[in-house]
């Protein structure tokens, strides 16, 4: 795996991995305080809820789950003094389905969490990493 950063202004970068997806980044400042995009931190947050959302969908796919929607909503909290690393993470899924069995879409969260997921591991290295689910049956 490849990834480049450029510098393109002020507290502004441009990352791009070698599929060639970019993404710009930053930090707010100056006098206007804008912020070009997610902060570095910010992507470390959203990266880990996509791998565990990734793994969710395909275990839940992969059991044969009729799984249409799944969401992680994270809430985090990082240390007071330099490094500010995450100190708290939790992981809220959402994830729907017509029919979808509550104690399958439960197990494939907790897969994600104890075996799967490589961000959550790497961030439970500094955090606390917790989750829950909520399971909305779409034929109800």
Do not use: N, Q
């Amino acid at each position: 795996m490849k990834a480049r950063v450029k510098w393109a202004e002020a507290r502004s970068f441009l990352g791009e991995v070698e599929s060639g997806h970019k993404i710009a980044f930053g930090a707010a400042y100056g006098e206007t305080g804008l912020k070009p995009g997610p902060s570095p931190m910010e992507l470390l947050l959203i990266g880990t809820g996509g791998c565990a959302a990734y793994d969710v969908v395909h275990i839940l796919e992969k059991g044969r789950e009729p799984v249409v929607d799944c969401v992680v909503e994270l809430e985090a909290d990082r240390a007071e003094t330099e490094p500010k690393v995450f100190t708290r993470i939790h992981m809220h899924f959402i994830v729907k389905g017509p029919g979808l069995d509550a104690k399958k879409a439960e197990r494939a969260v907790a897969l994600s969490a104890e075996k799967y997921c490589s961000a959550s591991a790497m961030m439970a290295a500094s955090a606390t990493v917790t989750h829950d689910v909520e399971v909305i049956d779409t034929l109800a």
